[in-house]
């Protein structure tokens, strides 16, 4: 693409955007030309990708990393706050109709 000085005071940002998407940029300033290219290689798309930490379920996963226990504590405290304390063991059975069964 070849544009005059004027049009490339006007729109500016969109050719240096074009120039470092790949694009030929050449600018016309008094009769002469100038290109306008990006400093180095053009940055790959994965290169801008963040890394992730992966569980390694081989060497023992999740146990080994003590996340197992801190999600347990986690899911926990969610239970309660959701729906109070778990029932205990020792609370009197309930029937079908959910009504206490008393022993005899």
Do not use: C
């Not at 500016?12 to 600018?27: H, K, M, P």
């Not at 100038?34 to 940055?43: H, N, Y």
């Amino acid at each position: 693409m070849e544009v005059p000085i004027t049009q490339f005071r006007r729109d500016i940002f969109s050719l240096v955007n074009q120039a470092l998407e790949g694009e030929e940029v050449w600018v016309t300033h008094k009769g002469r030309r100038l290109k306008i290219v990006p400093e180095g290689k053009p940055p790959n798309r994965l290169s801008r990708i963040t890394p992730m930490d992966v569980i390694n379920y081989a060497a023992g996963g999740l146990e080994n990393t003590g996340l197992l226990e801190e999600m347990t504590r986690e899911w926990e405290a969610d239970w309660e706050r959701d729906f109070g304390p778990p029932p205990s063991a020792s609370a009197a059975p309930k029937s079908a109709s959910g009504r206490t069964r008393r022993k005899r």
